[in-house]
């Protein structure tokens, strides 16, 4: 009997997988969630589910320092401190490394203590994530070499991709050929309608700040997030609330200075630089060289003057970034332009000489609309020939030969194509039931092959 553990750090997530893993139905399999606040807990307490839970784990360490902390990281050989820290802190703003890395080690040593985790039959899932459970979990597998995967939202909507044993973007292929999917028809309606891919997780998240501030949905859940953590003793991984909202008044103010200076013309020759998300994954820890974004535009727009660059901050993100920093790299780059975030993309993409990014999204869509893309970062189009990949920004000078180089439609429908093939049916946290009868398909296709 192999055992497998799906990780849910918040009880929107339990929810669905509960409901995922009560349509599957596999022989020799004993599926169980493995939770890390108390809301999961409560919820699951009367369902007919097997589940560990980790959030009130006794805290066996007792440390004096960070420096004690990070003797024991060494004892253990776990490296890559900065890793570990850098999500975290960049998710919530400040935060206690202490505090981190002490729940890190709690976490770790929970796993090794316990038994059924240390099988080398076993198998974990989990969303891609660089909170301590993501992070602990997934070099927990590697170290114990137990078969991990990580789940990743796909540029093709409601579809997700597989990645084992490994944070890189090289996903599992998948070997079952999707007929009903027309391909062609899919990313021309994308083109004429200028329809963004979001995932239905992070549609909350893409507003104004103001907007996020006075959402009701926003405000129900942190009165009670707050009112449990601090009366009933509740325990969240995301629970950090009061530093959010201290964030989000951050951004309200940034957004409110910043505007000022927003270009709505977008009809001259320009480089675009699609701003990233600043506290994902894909920056935090997949790229956290290029971390320092406005730095990079920075370089960028001295290393290609007088070409003009346009940013534009992620509308999922609003306010992210200091306002000060902004009208500082404005004033001291004369070819430097940030548009309005309510601008659509694909607009932007289609003005654009080409497309500079470290490892956005938005890459698709100028990969789609024919555009050449110049990137620096861990992405699913890296390693694609319509690409040029940049390990720094001194290679840019050597881009010209693949500016110059023409984009068969041809070719763009082969990336897609194969982009198609890396990915399996299902959206995370879409409570349907047709979505969940998708995803747990999916899940059946992952382990037959495992």
């Known amino acids: 009997m192999k055992n497998i553990f799906v990780v849910s750090l918040a009880l929107y997530q339990t929810k669905f ?18 939770i890390f606040d108390t809301e999961s807990k409560n919820y699951l307490k009367n369902k007919n589910i097997i589940f560990t839970d980790i959030s009130n784990i006794i805290k066996n360490n007792k440390f004096s320092s960070i420096s004690d902390i990070k003797k024991k990281l060494k004892e253990k050989k776990i490296k890559n401190i900065n890793y570990i820290l850098k999500h975290e802190k960049v998710f919530y703003g400040k935060r206690n490394n202490f505090k981190i890395l002490n729940n890190y080690l709690d976490i770790h040593e929970f796993l090794e203590n316990h038994e059924e985790f240390n099988s080398p039959n076993n198998l974990f899932i989990q969303e891609i994530g660089g909170f301590v459970p993501n992070l602990c979990i997934y070099e927990f597998c590697k170290r114990k070499k137990i078969n991990h995967y990580f789940l990743e939202t796909s540029f ?55 907007k996020k501030l006075f959402d009701l949905h926003n405000f129900k859940r942190f ?11 509740f ?14 008044l951050k951004c309200i103010l940034n957004y409110n200075i910043i ?25 935090t820890y997949r790229s956290s060289n290029y971390y320092d974004q406005l730095n990079f535009v920075d370089k960028l727009c001295k290393l290609i003057y007088p070409k003009t660059i346009f940013i534009k901050e992620h509308p999922a993100r609003v306010g992210s970034f200091q306002a000060k920093k902004v009208k500082e790299i404005l004033a001291q780059n004369k070819n430097l332009r940030i548009i309005d975030p309510r601008f659509n993309n694909f607009e932007i993409i289609k003005n654009c000489q080409y497309l500079v990014s470290i490892n956005s999204k938005a ?26 990949y940049c390990q720094n920004l001194s290679e840019l000078k050597n881009s010209y030969n693949y500016l110059e180089k023409k984009i068969s439609n041809q070719e763009i429908m082969n990336f897609f194509s194969n982009i198609k093939q890396q ?28």
């Not at 997988?17 to 493995?34: A, E, G, M, T």
Request: charged share 25%; glycine share 2%; aromatic share 12%.
């Open 423 to 450: 990915c399996f049916k299902g959206a995370l946290y879409d409570m349907s039931n047709i979505n969940v009868k998708n995803f747990s398909n999916s899940i059946k296709q992952i382990l037959n092959n495992d």
């Open 156 to 210: 093709f909507s409601n579809h997700v991709h597989f990645i084992k044993n490994h944070t890189k973007c090289i996903p599992i292929k998948n070997n079952v050929i999707d007929e009903k999917f027309e391909l062609i028809p899919y990313l021309n309606n994308l083109k004429e309608n200028n329809l963004i891919s979001i995932p239905l997780k992070d549609t909350r998240h893409f507003k104004l700040p103001l």
């Open 235 to 248: 325990k969240y991984v995301f629970g950090e609330d009061i530093l959010i909202l201290l964030n989000n």
């Open 363 to 388: 890459g698709y869509e100028a990969i789609l609309l024919g555009k050449h893309v110049i990137t620096f970062g861990e992405s699913y189009y890296k390693n694609s020939n319509l690409i040029k």
């Open 17 to 34: 997988w509960h409901k995922v893993i009560s349509d599957l139905n596999i022989k020799n399999y004993k599926i169980k969630i493995v």
């Open 223 to 233: 009165v009670q997030k707050v009112s449990k953590k601090y009366l009933l003793n």
């Open 259 to 283: 505007k000022k200076y927003y270009s709505k013309d977008i009809r001259h020759e320009y480089v675009y630089f699609p701003l990233h998300v600043p506290n994902d994954f894909a920056i």
